[in-house]
Every structure is written in C-alpha cells, then in structure tokens.
C-alpha cells in the first residue's frame, strides 16, 4: 500500500535511469551516479534528471489541483471530531480492561497447563526411573536365582554336569547382565543403585571368574563348542580383550619363556632360526582351536563363527615380543655388526611368516599398527648399525685383501663417496622430531622405527610383501643424536689415521701427489664437522625444553599456599630436582663418549635458555602476587579489617610471602645445583637477574615480620 501511494509518473523512454529507484528503500545517491555513468556522461544524467524534475513537478501541481476542495474543507469537516473522540473513548476503555482480564486469564491457564506438563514429564522421568530400577532389581534376581540354582543340595549334580551345559548357562547369564549393565548405566547416580551395587560387582567377579575357568578348561579339552559359548559370552558383555588378554597369559606366556631362552640360542649356530621355527610352530599346534571359533582359519565355517577377536595380534604376538625383550636382550645388540645382520635378516624373515599366518589382510594391518609391532622394529638399533659399517667399509676398501693398485683410483673415489654420504645422512636426520624419551632411554637408547638411507630399502622389503602403511613421521631421541655427534667426533679423529693407510698404496701407482688428497680429506673432515652445531643445537633445544617442562611447575607455588595456612618453607621443590635431572644424565651417562668440554658448553647453553623462561615465569608469578596483595589492601580499607592478606596462624607470615620464599629457595637451590654439575652460576644467562628478583622478593618476605 505504500508503494502505491508513492508511484511516480512516468517518464519519456529515453531516460537514462529507472523512475523506480528513487522509491528503494536502500536508495543510494552517490550508487545511482556510479551506476548512470556506465552508461551515460554526466552531462546527459543532468538532462534527464532535470527533465523527469520537471514532470514530478506538473504531476505534484496536477495533485494538489485535483484535491483542492478537500484541501480547503479540511478544518471545517473536523469541527466535532473531539467530542466524537470522547465518546469512544469510554468504550474503548472497557473493551480494554476486558481484554486485559481475558488475556489474564488465558496468561493464568496457560500457566496452569505448563505446570501440570512440567509435573507430568517429572512423574513421567520419575517413572522410567523407577521401572529402570525395577529392571536393574529383576536382572539381578535373576542372575542370582540362576546362581542359586546351583545350591549346596545340588553340588553333588552340578559337579556331574556337562561343561557344555555350565557354558549355556553363562551365556543366559551373561545376555541377562548385559541387560543390567544397560540399565544400571541409566540409573547412574540413584541411591537405590548404589545399595544393589555391591550385588552386581558380586556378579561380575563371578561371572569373570567363571568365564575364565571355562575357557581354559575348553582349551585343555579342546571342546569347540565349549570355546565358542565362553567366547560368544565374552563378546556379550563387551570383554573380548580380557578373554585374548587371558589367552596371552594362561596359554601364550608360558610357552614363550619355555622356548625363548638365551642360553639355548646362543649354544647352536642355528640357536635363533631353531627357536623363531618353535614359536611359529605355536599357532598352528596350540591356537587351532581359537582361530577355527573366530573365523581365522580357513576351514572356519562362517555362519558358526564368533567375530571380534584376534589372538594372533592381541594375544600371542605381544608374548613374543616381550619374550624377546625379556629373555633374549642380546638379540638386538649392534657391537657385532655381521652377527647382528644375520640376527636382524632371520628376524625379519619370521616376521614375514608370521604376518601370512594372519590369514586375511585385515589382520595383517591390525599386526602392523600395533604397538608390539612398533616396538619390536624399534629395538633394532639400526642406525648404529651402520655407522659401524661406514667406517668398516673405509679401512676395508684399502686393505691388503681387497686393494689392487689399478683400481686405486676407484677406491678413493669410493671412499670420498662414502664420507659425503654420511654427511647426508647426517643431515637428514635433523629433519626429524625429536621422540620424548625417558630416564631409562638414556641409558639403553632405543631406536625409533625411522630407518637411515642406506637401508630403508631393505628393512621395507622385511616388512613383508603387504600393502605399504601409512605411518607418522620417523623420529629420533635426543638420546641417538649424541651418539651421532660421538660417531662425528670419533670418525674426525680417525680421518688422520686413514691418510697414512692410503699413503703407502697411492706410492705403489707412482703418485706423489699427498697434498690433494690430505686437503680432500681435509674437506670432507670440514664437511662432517659442520653437522655438530645443529646437531648440538637440537640436542641443547630439548634439553631446554625438558629442563623447563619442570621448572614451569613454579606456577603452582601460588595455589600451594593461597588460603591453605601451610607452614612457612624451608626447602626447595621438587620440581627443581626433577628439571636437572636429564643434565645429571647427560653427564653422566656419555662422558666417556664425549669431550667434557663439550657436553659442559651443552649443559651451559641449555641451562640459559631454560632459566631466561624460567626467570620470565617467576617475574610473572611475583607480579602477580604483588597485585594480589595491593588489591588486598584496597579490599582492606574498603571494609576497614584487620589483615591485608590471610596470614598464618597466630598471625605469622602471610601468603604471599611465603610464596616469594618459596621461589627464593627454589632459585638458590637449582644455583647449588648448577655449581655441582661443575658450571658457574655467573656463565647462566638470566641468572644473575634471576637471582636478583627472588633476592629482593625475599627481603620483602622477611622484611615484614616482627
């Protein structure tokens, strides 16, 4: 309607605009400009919109003419309109009360029915509580009544029964307590569960117990249908990993220390292959059975099968690996690098026939992912291996059993080839992440599965012939980076030794030129002694890191005192312990690999990035204790108490001074400690301001006591 009464004349078509924007409620002037001015100069928009200015005008005169009675009339024919007004006022006035009042009432029985909905959904909740209680109660009454069956006057009968029979009882028992689970789930947090509770733990111990020794007892007899029934019971109440969790210790583990000793493999030259072809001789002999219930062998028939298991990979592959760690550590030993390649290539040949006794690809990608799996190629210590190898292979190329005079230059090609590779490889290995690893990985290192160039290719070939898995990025520990350096620094110091072995055989061809060849060795020592700094760089940064994961604990001193009325402190947390404790390691543990200097110049610099952060987080704790008590004592003379901030008892020291205490002794602690490893607190960056802010922080504790 408002349109309408806004239409516009119309104007000659030549116009360069529509008459129709000007009555847009988002019309814009300087958007309808731009818009005309695609289109026309600006000249021409003048024109026209002086000519449709003109129309609008004789179109307004027209109007006014038109209506110019009404216009005049218009004063006159109001004459009385108040009076009209007063009278519908009145009326108008009560029609407005009754609807107030109806729409009162509607307000109230509209209230009224949500109340009573309300009430309803209550009681309805109510209700189903109830008959989820009720269920939880019959459940367990009826598992107990089937439990009871089994009464001291049928012990003599129930000692005859058929294991069978004792199986589909379990099985009723165990649909029935999944019922109870179920329900008990709903029922969470009701009082009158928490009084049947103890009945029900009653039947799970029972039935758990029950389970297992009816499984072990189908497997000593091997009864399939009784396997099948414990199995299926298994699954019903969700416990399957508990059931493969049972096989791996009553049926797998013993059988495993059994065959997987140190003393017999070592004892024969064919010790390892002997033992690898017993442990793959334990599933076909001892888990035919299990495979046949789960649909893992081929004669499974499938519609008799009981799905969700795999014992292979949750059961007897995890037995073996820690059978091999446990029983065989030697077997991944590297100082013997022709044993260990034997070991490592008959190793991976048994992992190959273990995968195809998997029998379906999906159990294979179930092996691989898990984390025996993992473990078990991460215990290879491969890239010891071949720097073992490396070095090897350089006195072999000029030995008297392999040097031949006409291939001489061959063979130094060869050995410079070698050196750059291993630069390389070094290199590469700064591109991993770094794995976290922890005290014990400090004195055993482990190797990740991340395996070095030279024998990537062969170590996927010994993973089996399956379809390649995605898998996260190789890492590498701190721990394997300072062997690294260690093999850099020891393979620098031999360098010297290989020139005056090459020496004698270059003057057998006649050659004398001995200053190229020292300045090639000269740069390819140049070229691994560049790879040190990152490498020490990476090392310093995760010690830094671990150092400061502990000393940022420093954020709970706060929390430890603030309104707990704990005794004043006297000694440094425990966190300080703990951040020093890779430093401790460090030293400790590769000083007899390493130049001392050069671990000192590691623990130095790393000691300074961690306590600049430090420094950083305890400047930021004291300032926060300092807002904390100035808002105290605002809060103080607002409500005119005693006390700006909670003291101990009888009036002793506040809290926030036993926290500037705290971080004082913390500090002077972790100083002690830094002088101990042999280094000056003084050569630690943000130290010495460090121990300036807890200093003065102490003052201030001590200050305000009596």
Same mark, same amino acid.
């Given at each position: 309607?408002?349109?309408? !009464?806004?239409?516009?004349?119309?104007?000659?078509?030549?116009?360069?605009?529509?008459?129709?924007?000007?009555?847009?409620?988002?019309?814009?002037?300087?958007?309808?400009?731009?818009? #005309?001015?695609?289109?026309?100069?600006?000249?021409?928009? @003048? $024109?026209?919109?002086?000519?449709?200015?003109?129309?609008?005008?004789?179109?307004?005169?027209?109007?006014?003419?038109?209506?110019?009675?009404?216009?005049?009339?218009?004063?006159?024919?109001?004459?009385?309109?108040?009076?009209?007004?007063?009278?519908?006022?009145?009326?108008?006035?009560?029609?407005?009360?009754?609807?107030?009042?109806?729409?009162?009432?509607?307000?109230?029985?509209?209230?009224?029915? *949500?109340?009573?909905?309300?009430?309803?959904? *209550?009681?309805?909740?109510?209700?189903?509580?109830? &008959?989820?209680?009720?269920?939880?109660?019959?459940?367990?009454?009826?598992?107990?009544?089937?439990? %009871?069956?089994?009464?001291?006057?049928?012990? =003599?009968?129930?000692?005859?029964?058929?294991?069978?029979?004792?199986?589909?009882?379990?099985?009723?028992?165990?649909?029935?307590?999944?019922? &109870?689970?179920?329900?008990?789930?709903?029922?969470?947090?009701?009082?009158?569960?928490?009084?049947?509770?103890?009945?029900?733990?009653?039947?799970?111990?029972?039935?758990?117990?029950?389970?297992?020794?009816?499984?072990?007892?189908?497997?000593?007899?091997?009864?399939? $249908?009784?396997?099948?029934?414990?199995?299926?019971?298994?699954?019903?109440?969700?416990?399957?990993?508990?059931?493969?969790?049972?096989?791996?210790?009553?049926?797998?583990?013993?059988?495993?220390?059994?065959?997987?000793?140190?003393?017999?493999?070592?004892?024969?030259?064919?010790?390892?292959?002997?033992?690898?072809?017993?442990?793959?001789?334990?599933?076909?002999?001892? #888990?035919?059975?299990?495979?046949?219930?789960?649909?893992?062998?081929?004669?499974?028939?499938?519609?008799?099968?009981?799905?969700?298991?795999?014992?292979?990979?949750?059961?007897? /592959?995890?037995?073996?690996?820690?059978?091999?760690?446990?029983?065989?550590?030697?077997?991944?030993?590297?100082?013997?690098?022709?044993?260990?390649?034997?070991?490592?290539?008959?190793?991976?040949?048994?992992?190959?026939?273990?995968?195809?006794?998997?029998?379906?690809?999906?159990?294979?990608?179930?092996?691989?992912? =898990?984390?025996?799996? =993992?473990?078990?190629?991460?215990?290879?210590?491969?890239?010891?291996?071949?720097?073992?190898?490396? /070095?090897?292979?350089?006195? !072999?190329?000029?030995? $008297?059993?392999?040097?031949?005079?006409?291939?001489?230059? !061959?063979? /130094?090609?060869?050995?410079?080839?070698?050196?750059? @590779?291993?630069?390389?490889?070094?290199?590469?290995?700064?591109?991993?992440?770094?794995?976290?690893?922890?005290?014990?990985?400090?004195?055993?290192?482990?190797?990740?599965?991340?395996?070095?160039?030279?024998?990537?290719?062969?170590?996927?070939?010994?993973?089996?012939?399956?379809?390649?898995?995605?898998?996260?990025?190789?890492?590498?520990?701190?721990?394997?980076?300072?062997?690294?350096?260690?093999?850099?620094?020891?393979?620098?110091?031999?360098?010297?030794?290989?020139?005056?072995?090459?020496?004698?055989?270059?003057?057998?061809?006649?050659?004398? %030129?001995?200053?190229?060849?020292?300045?090639?060795?000269?740069?390819?020592?140049?070229?691994? +002694?560049?790879?040190?700094?990152?490498?020490?760089?990476?090392?310093?940064? *995760?010690?830094?890191?671990?150092?400061?994961?502990?000393?940022?604990?420093?954020?709970?001193?706060?929390?430890?005192?603030?309104?707990? %009325?704990?005794?004043?402190?006297?000694?440094?947390?425990?966190?300080?312990?703990?951040?020093?404790?890779?430093?401790?390691?460090?030293?400790?543990?590769?000083?007899?690999?390493?130049?001392?200097?050069?671990?000192?110049?590691?623990?130095?610099?790393?000691?300074?990035?961690?306590?600049?952060?430090?420094?950083?987080?305890?400047?930021?704790?004291? =300032?926060?204790?300092?807002?904390?008590?100035?808002?105290?004592? !605002?809060?103080?003379?607002?409500?005119?108490?005693?006390?700006?901030?909670?003291?101990?008892?009888?009036?002793?020291? +506040?809290?926030? *001074?036993?926290?500037?205490?705290?971080?004082?002794?913390?500090?002077?602690? &972790?100083?002690?400690?830094?002088?101990?490893?042999?280094?000056?607190?003084? $050569?630690?960056?943000?130290?010495?301001?460090?121990?300036?802010?807890?200093?003065?922080?102490?003052?201030?504790?001590?200050?305000?006591?009596?």
């Amino acid at each position: 309607m408002e349109k309408s !009464r806004m239409t516009l004349p119309t104007g000659p078509d030549t116009l360069c605009f529509d008459k129709d924007e000007f009555t847009k409620e988002d019309f814009d002037v300087d958007h309808f400009v731009s818009d #005309c001015r695609k289109r026309v100069q600006l000249e021409e928009l @003048r $024109d026209d919109l002086e000519l449709y200015y003109k129309l609008l005008k004789t179109a307004m005169v027209e109007l006014i003419n038109k209506d110019y009675a009404d216009f005049v009339n218009l004063s006159t024919n109001l004459v009385g309109m108040d009076k009209a007004l007063n009278q519908l006022s009145v009326p108008l006035g009560q029609l407005r009360e009754e609807v107030l009042s109806l729409r009162s009432s509607v307000s109230e029985g509209i209230r009224a029915v *949500d109340e009573r909905m309300s009430k309803q959904e *209550d009681i309805r909740e109510k209700k189903m509580c109830v &008959l989820r209680l009720i269920q939880v109660i019959r459940s367990v009454e009826k598992i107990e009544k089937i439990l %009871n069956s089994q009464s001291s006057k049928e012990t =003599h009968a129930l000692e005859v029964r058929s294991p069978l029979l004792t199986g589909q009882i379990l099985e009723r028992i165990a649909t029935e307590f999944n019922q &109870l689970q179920f329900h008990a789930v709903q029922s969470k947090g009701l009082p009158l569960l928490d009084k049947v509770r103890p009945r029900i733990a009653g039947i799970t111990a029972m039935l758990q117990r029950s389970l297992e020794g009816l499984l072990l007892e189908g497997l000593q007899t091997s009864d399939v $249908d009784i396997i099948r029934h414990c199995l299926r019971t298994y699954a019903t109440i969700d416990k399957t990993r508990d059931a493969e969790a049972l096989v791996g210790q009553v049926l797998v583990k013993p059988y495993m220390d059994q065959v997987i000793v140190e003393q017999i493999v070592e004892s024969r030259p064919d010790g390892l292959q002997t033992m690898y072809k017993k442990l793959l001789e334990f599933v076909p002999h001892h #888990c035919r059975l299990l495979r046949e219930v789960t649909g893992g062998a081929i004669s499974s028939e499938k519609g008799n099968t009981v799905p969700g298991y795999d014992f292979l990979v949750n059961s007897v /592959w995890p037995e073996i690996v820690r059978g091999l760690e446990e029983n065989l550590p030697s077997l991944y030993n590297p100082g013997d690098p022709d044993a260990f390649h034997k070991k490592y290539t008959i190793s991976m040949n048994f992992l190959r026939t273990f995968e195809r006794q998997c029998g379906s690809q999906a159990s294979v990608k179930r092996l691989r992912a =898990h984390p025996a799996y =993992h473990s078990f190629n991460n215990k290879w210590n491969l890239p010891v291996y071949f720097q073992i190898r490396t /070095w090897s292979s350089l006195q !072999r190329c000029w030995s $008297d059993a392999m040097f031949l005079p006409s291939l001489a230059h !061959r063979l /130094w090609r060869l050995t410079l080839q070698i050196l750059a @590779r291993y630069s390389v490889f070094v290199n590469e290995l700064l591109l991993r992440p770094i794995s976290n690893e922890s005290a014990k990985d400090i004195k055993n290192p482990v190797v990740t599965s991340s395996k070095d160039p030279s024998v990537t290719q062969g170590n996927s070939e010994d993973q089996g012939g399956g379809p390649s898995e995605s898998k996260p990025a190789a890492s590498i520990s701190s721990t394997q980076l300072v062997y690294v350096v260690a093999d850099l620094d020891r393979l620098q110091e031999q360098l010297p030794e290989l020139l005056e072995t090459i020496k004698p055989k270059l003057e057998m061809i006649g050659f004398k %030129n001995f200053s190229s060849v020292s300045a090639a060795l000269a740069d390819s020592q140049l070229s691994l +002694s560049a790879c040190v700094p990152p490498l020490s760089g990476r090392i310093v940064r *995760d010690l830094s890191e671990s150092c400061f994961s502990y000393l940022k604990s420093a954020l709970e001193v706060p929390r430890l005192y603030r309104r707990t %009325n704990k005794e004043v402190p006297t000694t440094a947390s425990s966190y300080v312990d703990s951040a020093l404790k890779p430093f401790y390691q460090l030293q400790s543990g590769h000083k007899d690999k390493l130049k001392q200097a050069l671990i000192q110049q590691w623990l130095e610099d790393a000691l300074s990035e961690s306590t600049q952060k430090y420094c950083e987080t305890v400047s930021d704790i004291l =300032h926060s204790v300092r807002k904390m008590e100035e808002s105290l004592k !605002r809060l103080k003379q607002a409500r005119k108490t005693t006390s700006p901030n909670p003291g101990g008892p009888g009036g002793g020291m +506040s809290d926030d *001074d036993k926290i500037r205490l705290q971080l004082a002794l913390d500090v002077e602690y &972790l100083g002690e400690q830094i002088q101990k490893l042999g280094l000056q607190s003084k $050569d630690i960056k943000s130290f010495p301001a460090l121990t300036a802010l807890v200093a003065a922080a102490k003052d201030q504790a001590t200050a305000e006591q009596p």
